[in-house]
């Protein structure tokens, strides 16, 4: 079983929205950084933004213009990446990662050691 399960992907037109979920199994996820990573058909994964532990700030990649928002709901042990006004480009699969504890949202992929399966968006008319 993976350490992170993602959920909340589908099909949604231009323009709509989705919130994708990001659930820890086996540690409590609001001591590491959450950062959401997603992998295009014919494309290389990409950063997508990051969420830190310790005061749950968010930094996201420049594609993202104010589009999308991380956020972490501790109770539930989840952290959410609310998308919006979604464009065809935008479709893929989004995954969540976490780095060791005690990193803040690293740059390099390489250093997330917990990851999802990932979960579908498609966006089409």
């Known amino acids: 079983q993976l350490p992170l399960v993602e959920s909340g992907g589908g099909l949604v037109q231009p323009g709509g929205s989705l919130r994708l979920s990001c659930v820890a199994s086996g540690f409590t996820l609001e001591h590491y950084s959450i950062k959401w990573f997603r992998r295009a058909p014919g494309k290389e994964r990409e950063g997508v933004g990051c969420?830190?532990?310790?005061?749950?700030?968010?930094v996201y990649a420049d594609f993202v213009k104010g589009r999308f928002t991380i956020s972490r709901d501790g109770a539930k042990n989840t952290v959410y990446l609310q998308l919006n006004s979604l464009k065809p480009e935008d479709a893929g699969v989004y995954l969540c990662?976490?780095?060791?504890?005690?990193?803040?949202?690293?740059?390099?992929?390489?250093?997330?050691?917990?990851w999802g399966q990932g979960t579908l968006v498609t966006v089409s008319s």
């Open positions: 990662a976490a780095p060791a504890l005690g990193s803040n949202c690293p740059l390099g992929t390489n250093e997330y050691i917990y």
């Open positions: 969420i830190y532990s310790a005061d749950n700030s968010t």
